[in-house]
């Protein structure tokens, strides 16, 4: 199941003065287009406090709680660049937030899935990290395997 991402869910070069705008921005997003309902948005708030979202070294993966995947309308990924980096707590920085929402338990494991083998290569995460293309960014995330897409 290969996902898209709008170009609007692309933010390059921002920052952030804490994980909680990051959070809140990627809600927005979410909802502003459509893609999930506000109490999805709210529930990624309630993950962050459960468990941290940082999976490895400057990247996180914010997204809802189990019981808020049926706030989710369509599957959404939202890609933020934080050159300078975020503190993403228990002194970790983030550098990458991608956050996520898929519309059932196999639609949400199947994002995770292929994020995760966009993110296994360090390679990819510096490119990931140093792009100033929205467009190298949505190919290289929806190539499942973090080589952009001609």
Known sequence: MPFSVPSDHVLLNREFR???????VIGDIMVRSADVNPAYARAMFEKEDQYST??????????????AKKEVLRNSVVFVQIPKGVDWG??????LAIGLAGTGDEEH??????????????ETIERLR?????????????????????
């Open 109 to 122: 494991l199947q994002l995770l899935t292929e994020l995760a083998g966009v993110l296994q290569r360090p």
């Open 90 to 95: 228990d002194g970790k920085t983030v550098h």
């Open 54 to 67: 940082w999976i490895t070294e400057g990247v996180a993966l914010p997204h809802g709680t189990n019981q």
């Open 130 to 150: 140093s792009s100033t293309s929205s467009r190298e960014v949505i190919g290289m995330l929806t190539a499942g395997d973090g080589q952009e897409v001609e």
């Open 18 to 24: 804490s994980k909680r705008d990051v959070i809140q």
